[in-house]
């Protein structure tokens, strides 16, 4: 789906946004490469929508401003803090697991039918599917509570046209408090398959910044985090290496599946690498089940699309 084209008949690519359809989730919504045209992640085309003055529209309604425009993401460096590399591994996955959340797309679904009385039309509001995000940004409030804002993959925050109206609501499920926080959608950029949320809680969660790029090599240890399957595996971590890198995607080998997409890539320094969302699936033509070969979007890619999105150069 958010790759393909010329490439050998055997290949499947898979999005990692789990689409609940009554009340079961689909493990794939990803489709066969073959014949089609490439589509790789470019930072040619940002065609973003959104802008500055929606910045801050997750304050609608509050009392609350902001104290500063201050962003108070925190740069990391476990590893020098550390030669073990299982204690680097915990300070890294619990940095990542306050700064990792997960975002729930509700749709409003009109269904019209016959009945005794005529046609009528029914309206459900329901869950549409799940991803994952990393908070970025993170400023204080007057209140004391803070501001922050998301970035997640484009295909989670996307509405299904076939079958709702377009209206959408998005919320960050937290599990650590069982609840749901409203967020707000302040923009997205499909070509590059970004998109970016903004939430108020008086919970204090992490903010993660960018990793340097010579930290970022190939055979580089890292971590995944997001919620894939089902909410029962809320913020699971797994770790693998870089295996390749190139100008439009960061390989890797720390497994991801279907409710992934958009959760965070992140090196052992604490810090991010990229946003996952999409990984090869299927066989080969000999029968092979294909395994271990995830895709990030590189930070590049999402820096540029984040700033077209926001209006600022907040990263």
């Known amino acids: 789906l958010l790759y393909g084209g010329n490439i050998m008949k055997w290949r499947k690519i898979t999005c990692l946004f789990t689409i609940m359809i009554s009340g079961v989730a689909l493990a794939s919504c990803g489709g066969s490469s073959q014949g089609e045209t490439s589509n790789l992640i470019t930072t040619s085309n940002l065609n ?6 929606n910045a801050n529209s997750a304050l609608a309604g509050t009392d609350a401003a902001l104290v500063s425009g201050e962003n108070l993401a925190v740069y990391n460096n476990f590893k020098s803090s550390s030669t073990d590399i299982e204690e680097i591994m915990e300070q890294v996955v619990d940095f990542a697991d306050s700064a990792t959340i997960c975002v729930q797309n509700y749709q ?47 295909h989670v925050v996307a509405g299904d046209t076939s079958c709702v109206s377009g209206e959408e609501e998005y919320q960050i499920y937290d599990e650590k408090y069982d609840t749901n926080l409203s967020a707000t959608l302040l923009g997205s950029n499909e070509d590059n398959d970004i998109a970016v949320l903004s939430f108020v809680s008086d919970r204090d ?111």
């Open 108 to 154: 409003t679904v009109y269904q019209t039918q016959f009945t005794g009385r005529g046609w009528q039309t029914t309206t459900t509001h329901t869950l549409y599917g799940w991803g994952s995000g990393v908070i970025y940004y993170k400023a204080l409030l007057t209140d004391g509570s803070y501001l922050y804002k998301v970035i997640t993959n484009e």
């Open 205 to 315: 969660y992490n903010a993660a910044s960018f990793e340097s790029d010579e930290n970022i090599k190939k055979g580089s240890y890292v971590v995944a985090m997001g919620t894939p399957i089902d909410l029962a595996y809320y913020n699971t971590a797994s770790f693998g290496q870089i295996s390749k890198i190139t100008s439009s995607t960061v390989q890797h080998g720390a497994t991801i599946n279907s409710g992934n997409s958009g959760g965070p890539l992140f090196s052992l320094n604490g810090n991010l690498i990229g946003i996952n969302n999409a990984k090869l699936s299927g066989k080969t033509s000999s029968g092979s089940t294909i395994e271990g070969i995830f895709f990030a979007i590189p930070k590049e890619i999402v820096i540029e699309s984040v700033n077209g999105i926001v209006g600022e150069n907040e990263l």
């Open 48 to 53: 973003a929508s959104g802008n500055g003055e």
